[in-house]
């Protein structure tokens, strides 16, 4: 018998599977039913009648797809097709992360792989779609980050403006979406590690040197900036987890 057999009895493990089969049932109605974003749903009634099961069974399978950002409830109203949401992969992979610092934070390091995977393997896209306009909001971006940096204020909201600024050319909504969820978890996981000192200003002239290999649009230089910046995010995590 596995472990994880043995730690589910499998009346409990039968109806795990049924209860995400009938997850994706509703899912696919939805689509079947060609809704959208903000459209109704069918009423509890409706589904457990469509579906064949009982309304506390259908009660809790709209509950989990409400978690996972799929639908939303509106008491009183009814239940809708929901918008973007990423709080629940937030949440997921913050718990994921601070998890792993217990065994040197290699979840944690994974995320930060992603991203920059993500920021050096597009940037030259990025550049290729950039107009003076795009290079004028960076700049007034930065140039406030240098003002904080200066003042001993806290940079955070400046970086991530500045990431979301840089592929703004791309008008890409999910790429926005996913490095908005990655800066969420990077800053709870550093939270939970408590801080360090920080240097402002080099933070800052680092975010310099990679506005200036995009305002003279140098894709491999942009790229290797980039990559080191997130080298420099990796190495702060790794020395503050195994301290």
Same mark, same amino acid.
């Given at each position: ?11 409990? %493990? ?5 209860s995400?089969?009938?997850? +994706? ?9 060609? @809704?959208?974003?903000? *459209? ?15 309304? +506390? ?11 996972l ?16 949401? %990423?709080?629940? @992969? ?7 992360g601070? @998890?792993?610092?217990? #065994? ?17 393997? !597009?940037?030259?896209?990025?550049? &290729? ?7 004028? &909001? ?13 003042k001993?204020?806290?940079l955070?909201?400046? &970086?991530?403006?500045? #990431? ?6 791309? +008008?890409?909504?999910?790429?926005? +979406?996913?490095?908005?969820v990655? =800066? $969420? ?14 240097? !402002?200003?080099? $933070?800052?002239?680092?975010? =310099? *040197? ?7 649009? *140098? /894709?491999?230089?942009?790229?290797e900036?980039? $990559? ?6 990796? $190495? /702060? @995590?790794? &020395?503050?987890?195994?301290?």
């Open positions: 018998m596995t472990v994880a057999s043995a730690a589910v009895p499998p009346a409990r %493990f039968s109806a795990q599977i049924r995400h089969a009938l997850q +994706n049932r509703i899912m696919e109605l939805i689509l079947e039913r060609g @809704l959208d974003v903000g *459209d109704a749903l069918p009423t509890e009634s409706e589904l457990s009648s469509e579906l064949g099961v009982g309304r +506390n069974t259908v009660r809790e399978s709209l509950k989990v797809l409400q978690a950002g799929v639908i939303e409830i509106r008491h009183g109203f009814g239940m809708f097709v929901a918008p973007n949401n %990423f709080s629940a @992969l937030v949440s997921g992979l913050t718990f994921r601070r @998890l792993s610092l217990r #065994h040197k934070g290699e979840e944690a390091m994974e995320l930060i792989d992603v991203r920059q995977a993500l920021e050096s393997g !597009l940037i030259g896209s990025a550049i &290729d779609l950039l107009t003076e306009e795009h290079l004028s &909001d960076l700049r007034e971006t930065m140039e406030a980050m240098q003002e904080a940096a200066v001993g204020e806290p955070a909201e400046h &970086d991530a403006e500045f #990431h979301r600024k840089l592929y703004a050319p791309l +008008n890409n909504e999910l790429l926005i +979406n996913l490095m908005d990655f =800066w $969420q978890v990077y800053r709870q996981i550093h939270e939970a590690l408590g801080h360090g000192p920080v240097n !402002l200003e080099e $933070q800052a002239r680092m975010h =310099w *040197d990679i506005y200036e290999s995009v305002a003279s649009r *140098d /894709k491999a230089l942009a790229a900036r980039l $990559q080191r910046h997130f080298d420099g995010i990796r $190495q /702060k @995590l790794k &020395d503050v987890a195994s301290a």
